[in-house]
């Protein structure tokens, strides 16, 4: 066998040598750029220089048959090391390749090791990418080829209930960091060969898996080839979160409004699917993005449709309300104390008056000092650890609802529009679009403080030009109201029964019909009721 081998690999070697001929002068390729050689010492020397000061590299020797050695490659912590062991090794060893002592060449194979993916590389690149994508390299003394085997393994996180979309009534499971994981928690919400879903590697150092889903005989066609062109475009060395993908490939990427909406629900991205959106799930993160959405989207939450219509209608409203709060609520104190009192009744402004009596600061000053404390104090239990955070947030409350109105600092009244700011800025459901609104909330108070009433109805009308023109990945970012869609409105301001949601949103060109009337509902009574 040596001998045979020995002799292939003289009769191979003046053909690669002239294919690999370096014209004098030149330094030699690295080992990652050459085939892989039958040579079992070159074989050794290029994994162990690919892979030099690499300490999570493990390199094995394995004794194919007495006379055939290979090396087995991989690192550690990524695999699973009893896959290794116990459906690669084992089997070797038990004998199985000492029917090819003779045949050196015949390859490994799904049917010969006790694993469902083996894969032969011939080159060192490709054989670097499989070792770094979590798979064992197997090179053989005297073959031209590597056998790659899906031992994905290492420790990760198991299914939990999401953290940022927490429900009192629904599914309880949320996406995880590892994307077949993900993947399969979709495939259960959905069992349909219509639910597509496209692989792609993204990062030229990262390598990120991602998958692009979609329900093939819902979703636009054009919509699908226009996410793909923009994800092919993408050209940059790592992505590490859902938010490069989402920054790289949105439709305007200055606007302070978010053009995709993420979660880590499985029920909330099933649901868009079935509405003819997309989703792109990536390795790594458990946030999914989808698109294309409208403003409305943001403001609804998994609950509204597994409450009873009544009760999600209450909840819907009481959260546009108090998305207006959030919004311009300090405006509104700031312009009416500083320019229009006689708005309010005699005995409240006298009130408010009398509580600012001894405030060396302005309104505006007074309100940007309150929301600039709250925000910070916010984003400080956010960062710190759990237990430390609860103890920051006690402390502040104290400072600013105490200590800074007895110091004379603040005004007891603006305490109270800051608080209720703060708590209704936490009823959006989508935490990209809260902060948005916190981010705008301090342009409008800068031109209440200006201009009063007149600055806030300005800001108003800017935002609201900038929301007619705005888009997601072609779709009206008011779609439903401007433009004007009446099967949209059934889910905009008010959340129709589901016996009267019929037909999915307009944006989907074909199969729109998602409900059968005559079959799945009706309003009617039955007869003997």
């Not at 708005?343 to 302005?362: D, N, V, Y």
Request: aromatic share 8%; charged share 20%.
């Amino acid at each position: 066998m040596a001998d045979k081998t020995s002799g292939k690999d003289k009769s191979r070697q003046p053909e690669r040598e002239e294919k690999n001929h370096i014209p004098l002068g030149l330094p030699s390729p690295p080992f990652i750029r050459q085939p892989i050689s039958t040579i079992h010492e070159t074989q050794i020397q290029a994994v162990k220089e690919i892979f030099s000061d690499c300490s999570d590299v493990v390199f094995r020797n394995v004794m194919i048959t007495p006379e055939v050695k290979g090396l087995l490659v991989y690192i550690e912590g990524i695999v699973n090391s009893a896959d290794i062991q116990e459906h690669m090794l084992r089997p070797i060893i038990r004998g199985l390749v000492q029917q090819r002592t003779d045949k050196p060449d015949v390859p490994l194979d799904d049917t010969t090791v006790e694993l469902t993916q083996v894969k032969r590389v011939e080159t060192w690149a490709a054989a670097t990418e499989g070792v770094l994508a979590s798979s064992a390299l197997l090179v053989v003394d005297g073959s031209s080829e590597a056998w790659m085997f899906n031992v994905k393994g290492g420790v990760r996180r198991g299914v939990e209930e999401p953290q940022t979309e927490s429900v009192i009534r629904g599914p309880r499971e949320g996406f995880t960091e590892t994307l077949r994981v993900n993947t399969a928690l979709l495939r259960f919400k959905l069992k349909t060969p219509s639910l597509k879903m496209v692989s792609m590697t993204l990062g030229t150092e990262t390598k990120t898996d991602i998958v692009l889903t979609y329900m093939e005989d819902i979703a636009d066609p054009k919509l699908i080839r226009d996410v793909k062109k923009r994800l092919e475009k993408i050209k940059i060395d790592g992505i590490l979160e859902s938010g490069y993908i989402e920054e790289l490939i949105e439709d305007h990427p200055y606007s302070p409004f978010p053009q995709m909406h993420y979660s880590e629900r499985p029920d909330t991205v099933a649901g868009n699917l079935l509405e003819g959106r997309f989703a792109i799930m990536i390795d790594g993160t458990p946030f999914a993005l989808i698109a294309p959405v409208t403003m409305w989207q943001m403001l609804q939450a998994s609950e509204d449709y597994y409450e009873r219509f009544f009760i999600s209608n209450l909840v819907r409203w009481i959260r546009f309300l108090f998305v207006a709060i959030a919004l311009f609520l300090p405006a509104l104190y700031i312009s009416i104390t500083t320019f229009h009192q006689d708005m309010l009744p005699t005995t409240l402004i006298l009130s408010i008056a009398g509580a600012r009596e001894a405030i060396p600061f302005p309104a505006l000053v007074e309100a940007l000092i309150m929301e600039l404390s709250f925000e910070a104090l916010r984003e400080a239990g956010v960062r710190l650890p759990k237990t430390v955070g609860q103890a920051v947030s006690i402390l502040g409350a104290l400072v600013i609802g105490q200590a800074a109105v007895q110091a004379g600092i603040v005004s007891a009244p603006m305490v109270i529009i800051v608080s209720m700011t703060g708590i209704a800025s936490f009823t959006i459901p989508r935490f990209n679009f809260a902060i948005t609104v916190r981010l705008l909330r301090f342009p409008i108070m800068l031109l209440a403080g200006m201009l009063g009433l007149y600055g806030i109805v300005i800001g108003l009308v800017l935002i609201s030009v900038h929301l007619t023109q705005m888009t997601s990945f072609g779709v009206p970012y008011l779609s439903g109201l401007s433009p004007y869609s009446k099967t949209d409105t059934k889910d905009i301001l008010i959340r129709v029964p589901w016996w009267k949601m019929i037909n999915r949103p307009s944006t989907v060109q074909d199969n729109q019909k998602r409900m059968n009337e005559k079959i799945n509902g009706s309003p009617e009574a039955e007869e003997g009721w």
